[in-house]
């Protein structure tokens, strides 16, 4: 008997159809799977720019402000409080210095946010504490929550939040 090396066209067909439906449950999972890092992502900036602001607030002894835009807010501007301490420009100056713009829904589309904190501000004091509350993001596909504790001002991540 002659030993030959190869495959036979039954193995290849096999092959390739374990391949293409592999190749298309990849490509229904995509979309989701993307929707699903836009929120995190966008969830993980407001974080990391509600702990920037906080830490400055502690180092430089000054209250720091997060205003939130729009309603539902469409973007966040980091700024330091005026002179009395107030982060309404409508009633103090704001010093606009360092100031940091961002505007989410630009940068992470299809996520939705709200926020539950008083006056569209949050406030850091310079002992670290602020009112707390949450800014929710959400989509089709995934919902967090960036808590921020009322007594500590420390700030976390919560996947159990509501659009």
């Known amino acids: 008997m002659k030993s ?7 193995e290849l067909l096999i092959t390739v159809a ?6 298309a449950m990849a490509i229904l ?5 993307l ?3 836009r929120v995190r992502g966008a969830a993980r900036l407001i974080y ?4 920037m602001a906080r830490l400055k607030a502690i180092k430089e002894g000054k209250v720091m402000c997060i205003i939130f835009n729009g309603s ?5 501007t980091v700024v330091e409080a005026g002179t009395n301490g107030i982060c ?3 009633v103090d100056v704001v010093d606009t210095t360092g100031e940091k713009n961002v505007a989410i829904a630009s940068e992470y589309s299809g996520v939705n946010m709200t926020h539950n904190f008083s006056a569209n501000t949050l406030n850091f004091n310079p002992n670290g504490t602020a009112e707390g509350g949450t ?16 007594n500590t001002g420390n700030i976390r991540i919560d996947n159990t939040s509501t659009c």
């Open 4 to 10: 030959e090396k190869g495959f036979t066209l039954v």
């Open 18 to 23: 374990v391949m293409m439906i592999l190749g």
């Open 29 to 33: 999972y995509t979309p989701n799977m």
């Open 35 to 37: 929707a699903s890092y």
């Open 48 to 51: 990391s720019d509600m702990q």
């Open 72 to 76: 539902p807010f469409t973007s966040y």
């Open 88 to 90: 309404d420009p409508g």
């Open 135 to 150: 800014a929710t993001l959400c989509n089709s596909s995934r919902e967090q929550g960036v808590v921020v504790n009322n």
